[in-house]
């Protein structure tokens, strides 16, 4: 059903709209917890690419993607890979200036 719902998002709606990658997203959670980790990766990863391109690398969902494709290579027993994934994230906010307060 997943990949169903997943196609036809690509076909009316495009494949980086972001309808279409959160369907994307759901497979490849949906892949996970069927463990069938590799082809998660797989779709992790791609699901990340396009939102750090759609949405940006700051993006909530972005970050929620970094998050899934290091607990997939977790499972995976890719361990460096993945506090790798997680590092880049802290060392790309970490660079930023502090957000100022509005009151």
Same mark, same amino acid.
């Given at each position: *059903?997943?990949?169903?719902?997943? @196609?036809?998002?690509?076909? +009316? %709606? #495009? /494949?980086? =709209?972001?309808?279409?990658?959160?369907? *994307?997203?759901?497979?490849?959670?949906?892949?996970? &917890?069927? #463990?069938? $980790?590799?082809?998660?990766?797989? *779709? =992790?990863? @791609? +699901?990340? @690419?396009?939102?750090? /391109?759609?949405? #940006? /690398?700051? =993006?909530? =969902?972005? %970050?929620?993607? *970094?998050?899934?494709?290091?607990? +997939?290579? &977790? &499972?995976?027993? /890719? $361990?460096?890979?993945?506090?790798?994934?997680?590092?880049?994230?802290?060392?790309?906010?970490?660079?930023?200036?502090?957000?100022?307060?509005?009151?």
């Amino acid at each position: *059903m997943h990949r169903q719902v997943l @196609q036809l998002y690509e076909k +009316v %709606l #495009g /494949k980086e =709209h972001p309808h279409t990658l959160t369907s *994307m997203n759901n497979l490849a959670l949906v892949l996970d &917890k069927l #463990g069938k $980790y590799e082809e998660a990766e797989k *779709m =992790h990863r @791609q +699901v990340l @690419q396009l939102r750090e /391109k759609v949405l #940006g /690398k700051e =993006h909530p =969902h972005t %970050l929620a993607s *970094m998050n899934n494709l290091a607990l +997939v290579l &977790k &499972k995976l027993g /890719k $361990y460096e890979e993945a506090d790798v994934s997680t590092q880049r994230d802290r060392d790309d906010t970490s660079s930023r200036p502090p957000k100022r307060s509005h009151s």
